[in-house]
Each structure stands twice: as C-alpha cells, then as structure tokens.
C-alpha cells in the first residue's frame, strides 16, 4: 500500500477534515489493497452514521420534455427521434399515491427542464402528494426563486439539482447557453429557502481528471449537501458525446466511497446507472458508502422514453415486482428497508472519530 494512499486513509478514519491531495491519494486507490481498504473504511463510516437501513425513494419521471441541450443527456431538446410525453397532474398523484402503498417514504418528482409545469401547476401536485404522508423530492432543473418558494410553501421538502462538475470551464463546455454561476445560484436559493439540498457529479466525462473529481466532492461539502448523486457517465448514441467511452464504474465506486469520507452525513444512492452497467452494480454501491435506492413509479408505458442515457434497468418491471425485487435485495446485503421519509442525516449526528479499526489501519 502506497504511502501517501495510507496517510491518507489514516486521515479519514481519524475524522479529520481531507484535503484536496487526500481526496485526490483516495480517488486514486489501486485495485487489490487500497481500493479494499477505502470500501472498507466507508462502509464503517456507513454504518456508523446511516446505519444499516436503507431507505428507497421512488422516482416519477413525469416528462422526458427539456428545454436544454446538455450533450451527454438523451432528453436533449435537439433530439428529434425521441417520443416526448408528459403525465398529467392527476396521473402523478395516481403514482405517488401507488407508492405510498407500497411504503415508500419519499416521492421524487423528476423531469427535463420543461415549462409546461408552471410554478402554480407543480404547487399543486405538491400539495395533493403531501397528502399522502409522505416527503416530496423535486428534480426539475433551474427555475426561479419564486418557484421554488412556492413549492417550499406547498409543502416541497428536498430538491435534487446536481451540479454535474466542478469544472466550470467544462461545465459551460457540455451545456450550450447555460452558465455554472446560474446553476450554483439557484443551490444557493434552495438552501436558503430550507429545503434540504442534493447535488452531485457525473463521473468519467469527456475531459475530466481526477483533479476535477476531488473538486467536485469540495464543493458538496461547501455546499453542505443532504444528499448526493454520483453516477457515470454513460454515452447516449443520439448526444454529442454518443461515441465516447462510458465512465469507469471502479471509479464510481471509488467516487462514492470517498463521498462517504468528505460529506458522512450526506445520504448517498446506489444509482440505476450503476445497475445498468452491471448487474450486481447496486448492491456493490449499496456495500461501498451508499445507502439509497431510487425504484422507478413511471408508469410502464413510458419508461422507455426517460432516457438520460439508453439500456437503463428495470423498465418492464411493474411498482410491485420492483418493491419485491429490491426488498430481496436489500435483505442479501443484511441490511434492513429504512422506515418514514428518510430525511437529513444531520439532526442525529455523532461524533465519528476513533473509527480506525486492525483491518484499516495500513502498516
């Protein structure tokens, strides 16, 4: 085991605050020993501050609709061969409500940037979801400040915007007449609008370094996230970057479990596009720092047409197959399905220090 990698890993079991080079030294953990060593120090960490439940969140994605051109994303507004759709506010409530009955603690509401859903429009689902007992997620893209105060006030409890890079240079790259300042302003307004914040990064984009991974995992501990999504990068053959290599799922990984170290209390998902690039991709993720699902609500017709990216998992399956399928999955691990909404990890923190055990500590 490296030297560097070792001090290092030292550090983070310690509870120290990491450095960019530590970050950097973890990132870059060798197969074999290091890599082993990281997954299993974030575990610990896991299991320290989470516990072992594991709370599933399910996702509607109400409309492959998008007013932006990002190029890596399938929903893109130039491509022309995709078959748009959007739900209607009752069938959204209709698929909340499908999940609540299945003891899903969270609903997250998920679409491309589309205007059709007004601020008013949205407040309302909002509200009727509420009703359900259950918190609500919304990842919906830049919108006002008056928007998000108003589905604050409807009852709103989390928002997902990922910040997709660090690398503001990079960032303006892959997102024509969009702008990285705008995207952290509106961070800005969700927190201070008390929602509770998630962000994240795509991992193995075109261009990018391990340089720009540590920062990204920097900025969600300035941003001071709730939650974290950090997947790979998976080309779509209908974006600009279709022909590119997709992103390395052992950097995944290694992205996730250090995640673990830099923001502990941050709930962390083992993403469908981890699932996609490996059958087993979820549990190893679920094993390596997370400690979130997100099974999809989408009514089955229109799975198919949400592609971010293509060949995503799980699509033909319907809500009930999915809760059994992961429930059996959940329980393999000897692990347990988190009950309630699941909210911030923050109000129970503990002090995670001395958590340096034999099989961590690097002679």
């Known amino acids: 085991m490296r030297k560097e990698f070792a001090a290092s890993l030292e550090k983070a079991a310690a509870g120290a605050e990491l450095t960019r080079k530590d970050i950097i030294n973890l990132l870059a953990a060798a197969p074999g020993a290091e890599e082993e060593a990281l997954y299993r120090l974030a575990d610990s960490v896991r299991a320290r501050v989470a516990g072992d439940e594991v709370h599933l969140r399910g996702v509607i994605e109400f409309s492959n609709y998008c007013r932006r051109r990002c190029y890596y994303c399938g929903l893109r507004a130039d491509n022309v061969n995709l078959q748009r759709y959007r739900l209607m506010p009752e069938d959204i409530v209709a698929a909340a409500r499908r999940g609540a009955e299945l003891g899903y603690g969270t609903i997250v509401l998920q679409s491309g940037e589309d205007p059709w859903y007004t601020g008013p429009v949205l407040a309302g689902i909002i509200r009727e979801i509420k009703k359900l007992g259950v918190a609500v997620t919304l990842c919906v893209g830049e919108r006002t400040r008056d928007e998000y105060a108003l589905w604050r006030e409807a009852g709103a409890d989390r928002y997902l915007l990922k910040h997709e890079t660090a690398n503001a240079a990079l960032y303006n790259r892959l997102h024509p007449g969009m702008s990285w300042q705008e995207r952290l302003q509106c961070l800005q307004w969700l927190r201070e609008l008390g929602y509770q914040v998630g962000s994240g990064n795509i991992i193995g984009l075109p261009g990018q370094t391990l340089e720009d991974l540590a920062d990204d995992l920097i900025l969600l501990r300035e941003l001071d996230v709730e939650m974290a999504g950090l997947g790979p990068f998976i080309p779509h053959p209908a974006t600009p970057l279709g022909g590119e290599p997709a992103g ?116």
């Open 248 to 363: 390395s799922l052992d950097l995944t990984y290694r992205v996730v479990a250090t995640a673990r170290l830099v923001i502990p209390y941050a709930h962390l998902p083992a993403t469908t596009a981890v699932g996609t690039l490996a059958p087993n991709g979820r549990q190893l993720a679920l094993q390596r720092g997370a400690n979130v699902i997100m099974p999809n609500l989408t009514p089955t017709r229109y799975r198919a047409d949400y592609q971010i990216y293509p060949n995503k998992i799980c699509i033909n399956e319907g809500p009930e197959d999915c809760r059994h399928c992961l429930e059996g999955m959940v329980r393999a691990l000897g692990r347990r399905l988190g009950r309630g909404p699941g909210h911030t990890l923050k109000p129970l923190r503990v002090q995670v220090t001395g958590i340096l055990t034999k099989d961590h500590k690097t002679e």
